[in-house]
Antibody
Framework: QVQLQESGPGLVKPSDTLSLTCAVSGYSISSGNWWGWIRQPPGEGLEWIGYIYNSGSTYYNPSLKSRVTMSIDTTKNQFSLKLNSVTAVDTAVYYC????????????WGLGTLVTVSS | EIVLTQSPGTLSLSPGERATLSCRVSQSVGSSSLAWYQQSPGQAPRLLIYGASSRATGIPDRFSGSGSGTDFTLTISRLEPEDFAVYHC???????????FGQGTKLEIK
């Protein structure tokens, strides 16, 4: 079965870069699908950050586009997120997820990782 | 910019009761672009409904979705203990792709 697992620092200083990786098991990311990041600030709703295809093509949320970079490593079956110039409003649980083939929704998610932005 | 507004923010019901959750969209959208997710405490969201009314694989038939245009509804016919969770609606927009979520409805035990 498809499993996703986020990893990365749980604490990031303001103005630094947040870096997370999502390891995928049970499915080859080279097979297709878009691979995405979604976050949820404490007590708030979900926010789509963007997604990446195995070719390296990306789409980002316009509200975050200037600060986001996603990459993919098919040899390690994982993909990554970088968000630069972070502030306290970037504190959130960050989820990685797989976009279902043929439909515009997310069918497999990681458990999420809390990233706190604080000095 | 499309905005999804879910109501109520919190819904308090007892097991066995019927739950009706609303998702209002700021402009008319196609039904194919609307989905619902369930998020239990400490868990990742789980896909429940896609295309406004189709149940995802393995979802019990007590869950149903309906609606069109700007008003969509998730109904849980008879609440089970495991149904008490937060529910999110999601809209997909194209050209370029954009996913928007509502703020969530918390379904709690009364």
């Amino acid at each position: 079965q498809v499993q996703l697992q986020e990893s990365g620092p749980g604490l990031v200083k303001p103005s630094d870069t947040l870096s997370l990786t999502c390891a995928v098991s049970g499915y080859s990311i080279s097979s297709g699908n878009w691979w995405g990041w979604i976050r949820q600030p404490p007590g708030e709703g979900l926010e789509w950050i963007g997604y990446i295809y195995n070719s390296g093509s990306t789409y980002y949320n316009p509200s975050l586009k200037s600060r986001v970079t996603m990459s993919i490593d098919t040899t390690k079956n994982q993909f990554s997120l970088k968000l630069n110039s972070v502030t306290a409003v970037d504190t959130a649980v960050y989820y990685c997820a797989r976009k279902e083939s043929g439909r515009n929704l997310f069918d497999y998610w990681g458990l999420g990782t809390l990233v706190t932005v604080s000095s | 910019e499309i905005v999804l507004t879910q109501s109520p923010g919190t819904l308090s019901l007892s097991p066995g009761e019927r739950a009706t959750l609303s998702c209002r969209v700021s402009q008319s959208v196609g039904s194919s672009s609307l989905a619902w997710y369930q998020q239990s405490p400490g868990q990742a969201p789980r896909l429940l409904i896609y295309g406004a009314s189709s149940r995802a694989t393995g979802i019990p038939d007590r869950f149903s979705g309906s609606g069109s245009g700007t008003d969509f509804t998730l109904t849980i016919s008879r609440l089970e203990p495991e149904d008490f969770a937060v529910y999110h609606c999601q809209h997909y927009g194209s050209s370029p792709p954009m996913y928007t979520f509502g703020q969530g409805t918390k379904l709690e035990i009364k």
